[in-house]
């Protein structure tokens, strides 16, 4: 059985064959509208999400799928002090496969261990946000034709953004990538990152101001400041607006750079930007959909269902 905890759970040959299903998904959604007719899919959400958790209830329902789950902690027996691994015994009697967010680094590998189902991280903590990368991934690959010899920049909060820690592991095994990250000194990304870069000779660069490299970049992708991840509220308003992308700055950028932003987005992309074709955050969350479609068929080994007739 294989679970999903880190985009490194798949290897670059199986991210190509799971992102031809969702490319072929997305031409042909009424082929596929019974693949999962019978399955359940169970959102277990220890903490808020809209896009990710309607995102992959949104996926199980156009397999045919039906979804049950919780959206918050409180609504759920964790609020009693039932553990995730009992959590996971029970639901493993009630679904076929489950999505689980929890603000526990690890939560959802520790339920992994003791289900009798598939288990997709749906982020947790500050860690890691796989199926926000096989998202990020998706979109890179249909928009700009490929995944390698790419210069990415990351803005903004780099130190607790979990979907920038998941993205960089996952585009480190494309060849002639060259990162640069754009933070405030107080939000670098983890010295564990680039210990890692170093390690694997990766070019990157760290700098302060957007408007310096916005001319070099094939890539831009924006974060939110994580304000539930801050000790201290001043520290927080202090650099909530450290940056904010508008037109002025768009216009430093070449014509085909992409601005990708997991959502939600705060201040920090102005919404004049939004009518920027440049600008594709919002085809990014419906790629989202079809890859966590082509996520569901591939754990629950439906994927080939469709062999015969593509
Ligand atoms: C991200 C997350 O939850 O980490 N959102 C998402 O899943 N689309 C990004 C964020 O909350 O800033």
Do not use: W
Not at 178 to 191: A, G, K
Not at 211 to 238: A, H, I
Request: charged letters at 25%.
């Amino acid at each position: 059985m294989k679970h999903l905890m880190s985009p490194l759970d798949f290897s670059v040959e199986e991210l190509e064959k799971l992102f031809d299903l969702a490319e072929h998904i997305a031409k042909n959604p009424i082929r596929y509208a019974h693949t999962c007719d019978g399955k359940v899919l169970a959102t277990c959400f220890y903490e808020p999400s809209t896009r990710t958790r309607l995102s992959f209830e949104s996926a199980m329902i156009h397999l045919g799928g039906k979804v049950l789950g919780f959206s918050d902690a409180a609504n759920s027996s964790a609020s009693k002090g039932e553990s995730v691994s009992d959590t996971i015994r029970i639901i493993s009697c009630y679904a076929d496969i489950c999505a689980m967010r929890h603000p526990k680094e690890g939560a959802p590998m520790v339920a992994a261990e003791k289900s009798r189902i598939p288990v997709i991280n749906a982020g947790d903590g500050g860690h890691q946000h796989p199926t926000q990368t096989l998202t990020d991934l998706l979109t890179i690959r249909s928009l700009k034709g490929h995944l390698d010899h790419l210069t990415i920049g990351l803005c903004g909060d780099l130190k607790f953004g979990r979907t920038v820690h998941s993205l960089i592991n996952a585009l480190v095994r494309y060849e002639g990538i060259r990162f640069v990250f754009i933070s405030p000194e107080e939000l670098r990304v983890p010295d564990y990152i680039t210990d890692m870069l170093k390690d694997k000779n990766i070019p990157y660069q760290e700098v302060i101001r957007l408007e310096n490299v916005m001319p070099s970049l094939d890539l831009l992708y924006m974060t939110r400041v994580q304000k539930e991840r801050f000790f201290n509220e001043e520290d927080y308003v202090r650099l909530k607006d450290f940056y904010i992308l508008d037109t002025a700055k768009m216009e430093l950028a070449g014509p085909d750079m992409l601005v990708l932003h997991p959502l939600p987005r705060v201040n920090e992309i102005s919404v004049e930007v939004d009518d920027d074709p440049r600008a594709v955050y919002f085809k990014q969350a419906q790629y989202g959909v079809y890859v966590r479609m082509a996520l569901i068929l591939t754990l629950l080994g439906l994927e080939d269902s469709m062999e015969n007739e593509k």
